[in-house]
């Protein structure tokens, strides 16, 4: 229910959280902490590379559009291809999210409220 104040302050609506009708899947991992920007980033981009390498889509969440700027820089000075889904491309999205899924699809997301 991390989106619940965002959803109410911009839409006005209240947010329900419905319980799952199977156990989740997911596994979730220990949280990684880096010293500096620039030692996540080089994380990051090599978990990207090595699950692209693998074939596995992967899905990048950021917090700001900078940040995914950020990202989408360095993996295209690393040339890796990539697609960005961000306000500044929102008439591409449907497009973008369309190809998400697709083996060895990398996308970085901005969180926005509903995405």
């Known amino acids: 229910l991390t989106e619940a104040n965002e959803f109410a302050d ?3 609506l209240e947010v329900l959280e419905i319980p799952t009708n199977k156990p989740i899947a997911r596994v979730d991992e220990d949280d990684e ?9 080089e994380a990051m981009i090599a978990e ?10 992967v899905l990048v969440g950021t ?3 900078e940040k995914s700027e950020t990202l989408s820089e360095l993996l295209k000075k690393k ?3 990539h697609k960005v889904l961000n306000a500044r491309y929102h008439e591409q999205e449907a497009h ?3 190809q998400a899924g697709v083996p060895g699809a990398i ?4 969180n926005m ?3």
């Open 96 to 98: 973008i999210v369309a």
């Open 79 to 81: 040339k890796v291809k």
């Open 10 to 12: 911009i839409y006005g």
């Open 63 to 65: 917090t700001s559009i």
């Open 48 to 57: 990207i590379e090595d699950c692209a390498a693998r074939g596995q889509p």
């Open 107 to 110: 996308t970085i997301a901005t």
């Open 113 to 115: 409220a509903g995405r």
């Open 33 to 41: 902490v880096y010293r500096t920007a620039q030692e996540k980033y």
